[in-house]
């Protein structure tokens, strides 16, 4: 495993922030942008970002605003992660001659990133410490020839993550599905998978319901599990604007991030030299996991509100015509104890009714939430209790199915194609109805068996029956848990290959044989034998739109993903099932064509997309057409949980910093909650750090405890105090990755969970420290 460059010796802590964006973030992305490139690049990927005619920003996945966009649509993180591609340093064979997988292998995720972008393919052969330059070619015939030789399809794993936009996602997985296997884990599996299966279960379908419009319009805003001042910034711009047309939001978290209360934008001159808006109206500093407690005490204070005041707070009509399960439900939902929900939840009675007072005054309700609820073992249960929440007033999309006029369900999405993906078919257990669209476009029979997903697929490989490791736009042995599970997982693949534009540990814990296929970025220009091409994307908000990329790409040796992956279904595939692949490597226009006729809702796509902006895809939810089996929404009745550690110990939740994308940090800051050059830091309330016996800044080693007697240990952290809710501890991911047990996962969507582990905390000997 890697070793740390980041001894935290430096750490500097101040307040949290109170407030985020405005003049600092701006000044602090072209600091970030200046630093990795020339003038020039820079100016012409800022002014590329999300325009209409630009490309997509490969940060987050919310949706850019609609009508005119502002010259300067982008965010300060989206800034950073678009000049992370553009960089202008280059990871050449030389770089490899110089460095031994071994050695690379030591290093951080930080130093990987800045070596730049990757320029040429390269392979390592079995026993060999470096990789070394390879032909395309040959390259394609040896990954080719290994999914060949494989006793069984299945033996094979496509990961992929949401940075692939459509066109290639719809390759990988028809070349997956042709080649005779539905194993294609991705990230979401880590991410909003809980999601999907609440929603799928209960609605019908696995995405949210409701537009940009819907939030600005809406009279009360949950943001629950979600650090939109980092991870989304341009939601701030939103909720803004939610707050200026006179509605509320109520901010539920453990920690008081700064973007959930004040935002100063960017983008008006208010915000530049103003106060800035206030976000929440109410902050709930909820314990962790303690969110299905206090939407089931929401649920129950409805239900009594109802008895009171018969027929003036449900929406009888709604609930006897569009579900099932009420019945049910409401008397289960009656019974949950306050002592229970005040325990689960560390919130007051008085605060929780204060909620409730809000709901009533509200119509139209919308709950946004992300990693914060979905990475719990009971994400789902508490995301299905969400919904009953919304259904028991009918506030689940309108009749009319006007924009604009809809409340409902809103998951945050977080790599800005991850819903796009799941839409083109990545899934390990894609529905019936679109195997067989597929297999009837293409005239082959997809697989019946449903694949494996992340979790899954790391156990087949550390169990030896997956042997062929390929990644798609990710970091998966960074992403995925038990880092050190994972790692050897990966090592003992007979071939691991990387289709990246970055080096990351994937890189480096490898297979017996590893390839590295470098390829174009979002930012870059992508040209085929029929001349410039775009390609599509979806945002969190199902509007679909055109990408294209503008700069000179980072090396004359790249190959889109699109070329990959067509050139590797040739050599793979030879004439089996009747598809174009050369057609579809020179013009992207013939793969948009396949999938206006695979996908529903994407009829006619080439001419809708061409349009400025794109389209939006129906949700018929907005209709309260619910396409469940029953074909209406279902109300659940979901077990009261609470998570709580034993004497002695915390639960644990890995986040992001405000200085990182995902598995890659950019630098060792956080500014808004104030941490400063380092990363191997426990945020710990300030009582459980005097309970514990430790003090503000001490070296501690983090344990997670876990039923399989095996002990889990992040070594070097320092403690900060830091007005986290009472129990409820926080470090970052990736470092803290390796806490979490494989087998801690959550209930039916088997996501790993990330937001709650329990540990203790060692403290290191003075004199290691
Ligand atoms: N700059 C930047 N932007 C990103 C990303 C990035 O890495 N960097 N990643 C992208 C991706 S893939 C994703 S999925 C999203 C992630 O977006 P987020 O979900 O905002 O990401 P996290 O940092 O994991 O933050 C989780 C939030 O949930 C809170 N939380 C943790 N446990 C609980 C709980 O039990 N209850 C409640 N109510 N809250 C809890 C945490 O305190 C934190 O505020 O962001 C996307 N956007
Ligand atoms: N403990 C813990 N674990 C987590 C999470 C957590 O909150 N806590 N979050 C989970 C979540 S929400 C997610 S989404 C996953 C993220 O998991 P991944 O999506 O697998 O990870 P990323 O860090 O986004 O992947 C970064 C790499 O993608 C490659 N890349 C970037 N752009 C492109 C491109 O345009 N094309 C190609 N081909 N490659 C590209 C680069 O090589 C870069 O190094 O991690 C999950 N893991
Ligand atoms: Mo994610």
Request: overall charge negative.
């Amino acid at each position: 495993m890697g070793t740390i460059e980041d001894p935290s010796e430096d750490l500097a802590v101040e307040p949290p922030k109170t407030w985020a964006a405005g003049v600092p973030a701006v000044a602090h992305a072209l600091k970030y942008s200046l630093e990795e490139n020339s003038v020039r690049r820079t100016a012409l990927t800022l002014l590329n970002i999300n325009q209409a005619k630009g490309f997509d920003c490969p940060g987050c996945a919310w949706p850019e605003p609609g009508g005119h966009r502002h010259m300067n649509e982008y965010c300060e993180n989206g800034a950073k992660h678009v000049n992370d591609e553009a960089t202008t340093r280059r990871v050449t064979p030389d770089f490899f001659r110089e460095h031994s997988v071994a050695e690379l292998d030591g290093k951080s995720d930080l130093w990987l990133n800045q070596q730049g972008r990757l320029t040429s393919p390269m392979v390592k052969r079995p026993g060999a410490t470096h990789y070394v330059p390879i032909e395309w070619d040959e390259a394609l015939d040896l990954l080719a020839r290994e999914l060949r030789s494989l006793d069984s399809p299945d033996e094979a794993l496509f990961y992929t993550s949401g940075r692939l936009n459509n066109e290639a996602a719809f390759l990988l997985q028809l070349f997956a599905r042709v080649f005779g296997t539905n194993n294609l884990p991705d990230c979401s599996n880590m991410c909003h998978e809980s999601s999907g299966s609440a929603l799928g279960e209960t609605l019908g379908i696995g995405k949210g319901n409701v537009s940009l419009d819907d939030i600005h319009d809406a009279d009360l805003v949950f943001v629950v599990g979600q650090n939109p001042g980092t991870n989304h910034p341009r939601m701030l711009s939103a909720l803004e604007e939610t707050k200026q047309n006179g509605g509320h939001i109520v901010a539920v978290n453990p920690l008081p991030e700064a973007g959930l209360m004040r935002f100063k934008n960017p983008q008006k001159a208010r915000g530049v030299i103003g106060r800035g808006t206030q976000i929440a109206d109410q902050f709930l500093r909820i314990r962790a996991g303690g969110d299905l407690a206090l939407f089931q005490a929401l649920n129950r204070l409805l239900l009594e509100a109802e008895e009171e005041a018969p027929g003036t707070v449900l929406d009888h009509e709604f609930i006897r015509t569009r579900t099932t399960g009420f019945e049910e439900f409401a008397e289960q939902a009656v019974k949950t104890p306050w002592e229970d929900v005040l325990a689960a939840t560390g919130l007051t009675r008085d605060e929780i009714e204060q909620v409730h007072r809000r709901v009533l005054k509200s119509e139209k309700v919308i709950v946004c939430w992300a990693m914060g609820l979905t990475q719990h073992k009971h994400g789902v249960p508490t995301i299905r209790e969400i919904v009953n929440f919304l259904l028991m007033r009918g506030g689940i999309g309108a009749p009319d199915g006007a924009r604009g006029t809809v409340g409902g369900v809103c998951p945050v999405r977080g790599h800005s194609n991850v819903q796009g993906d799941r839409t083109m078919g990545i899934w390990e257990q894609m529905p019936q109805r679109f195997m067989d669209a597929l297999g009837k476009e293409f005239g082959f029979t997809p697989p019946a068996e449903h694949g494996l997903d992340s979790v899954g697929a790391i156990r087949a490989m550390r169990d030896g029956k997956a042997k062929v490791f390929v990644g798609v736009a990710g970091n998966f042995v960074r992403a995925a848990p038990d880092s050190g599970v994972t790692e050897e997982a990966l090592r003992r693949c007979r071939l691991t290959v990387q289709i990246s534009t970055k080096l990351n540990r994937s890189h480096t814990a490898c297979g017996e044989t590893a390839l590295i296929l470098p390829t174009l970025g979002r930012s870059d220009r992508d040209v085929q034998a029929t001349g410039e091409q775009f390609y599509t994307v979806e945002d969190s908000m199902s509007e679909v739109h055109a990408s294209r990329g503008r700069l000179e790409p980072a090396s004359p040796h790249l190959l889109s993903e699109v070329a990959i992956l067509c050139r590797l279904a040739r050599r793979t595939l030879g004439s089996e099932a009747a598809v174009p692949w050369e057609e579809f490597e020179r013009d992207y226009g013939t793969v948009r064509d396949r999938i206006s006729r695979v996908v529903p809702g994407f009829e006619d796509f080439n001419a809708r997309v061409a349009k400025p902006g794109g389209f939006r895809l129906p949700n018929p939810v907005n209709r309260h057409v619910f396409p469940t089996p029953s074909g209406k929404a279902v109300f659940t009745r979901n077990a009261f949980t609470m998570l709580s550690a034993p004497r002695g110990h915390l639960v644990l939740q890995s986040l992001r910093s405000h200085d990182q994308w995902n598995t890659v940090p950019y630098a060792m800051n956080d500014r808004y909650r104030g941490i400063h050059n380092a990363r191997r830091i426990v945020m710990v309330n300030p009582d459980d750090v005097s309970e514990l016996g430790l003090a503000d800044g001490q070296q501690v080693d983090i344990v997670s405890v876990w039923d399989d007697g095996v002990e889990r240990r992040a070594d070097g952290f320092r403690v900060v105090s830091y007005p986290t809710a009472p129990g409820s501890a926080a470090s970052y991911y990736p470092e803290t990755n390796v806490l979490v047990p494989l087998d801690s996962v959550a209930e039916i969507s088997n996501t790993p969970t990330s937001k709650g582990v329990v540990v203790r905390l060692e403290p290191v000997a003075a004199a290691a420290s």
